[in-house]
T-cell receptor
Framework: DTGVSQDPRHKITKRGQNVTFRCDPI?????LYWYRQTLGQGPEFLTY????????KSRLLSDRFSAERPKGSFSTLEIQRTEQGDSAMYLC???????????FGPGTRLLVL | DQQVKQNSPSLSVQEGRISILNCDYT??????FLWYKKYPAEGPTFLIS?????DKNEDGRFTVFLNKSAKHLSLHIVPSQPGDSAVYFC????????????FGGGTRLMVKP
């Protein structure tokens, strides 16, 4: 399977705990995006990388959120001190470059109790 | 302010008939539009896209129409099949370096056998 993969697929955590999600993009795709989707809504942009550089962050990405893409391959999204409002589906997408179609992974569903 | 809107939360169509899903946008800087299909517990799957220099793009059973003056696009599925039952999202990107996508809220399509 050469699509975008995400791990874990599901995560249940208690409020205040830290969680980390991983995304492996399609190989040779140099752009990687993170989105968040809550129930009944469309995905909302969080941040994106061009190779290893994080080039833009949404105002939705509070300082409890941090994303990295070391070596321009896989990416991690960490949420510190989780809150119940962080419960959502976290989606990763990758694209070949500027103006190219974004392909999405299966998502990580987070539930904060 | 919702820049991309899908005003119909759901649509029910008989198998073999045409499904028409609509999407409106407000940001005149958007120049690339996409439709994604999403099954429960999966990430969005790319269906079809259209650039603002075109007014129609066709791919098999799927056709997307763009009316720039009305800031409106639609997805036509002909003939509809039960396997098309899913949530459909329209998305738009603008003239920015990141090409991040702005999504509508989705329309749930149900194709009855």
């Amino acid at each position: 399977d050469t699509g975008v993969s995400q791990d874990p697929r599901h995560k249940i955590t208690k409020r205040g705990q830290n969680v980390t999600f991983r995304c492996d993009p399609i190989s040779e795709h140099n752009r990687l995006y993170w989105y968040r989707q809550t129930l009944g809504q469309g995905p909302e942009f969080l941040t994106y990388f061009q190779n290893e550089a994080q080039l833009e962050k949404s105002r939705l990405l509070s300082d409890r959120f941090s994303a990295e893409r070391p070596k321009g391959s896989f990416s991690t999204l960490e949420i510190q001190r989780t809150e119940q409002g962080d419960s959502a589906m976290y989606l990763c997408a990758s694209s070949l470059g500027t103006g190219e179609t974004q392909y999405f992974g299966p998502g990580t569903r987070l539930l904060v109790l | 302010d919702q820049q991309v809107k899908q005003n119909s939360p759901s649509l029910s169509v008989q198998e073999g008939r045409i499904s028409i899903l609509n999407c409106d946008y407000t940001n005149s800087m958007f120049d690339y539009f996409l439709w994604y299909k999403k099954y429960p517990a999966e990430g969005p799957t790319f269906l079809i896209s259209i650039s603002s220099i075109k007014d129609k793009n066709e791919d098999g059973r799927f056709t997307v129409f763009l009316n720039k003056s009305a800031k409106h696009l639609s997805l036509h599925i002909v003939p509809s099949q039960p396997g098309d039952s899913a949530v459909y999202f329209c998305a738009a990107s603008g003239n920015n370096a990141g090409n991040m996508l702005t999504f509508g809220g989705g329309t749930r399509l149900m194709v009855k056998p």
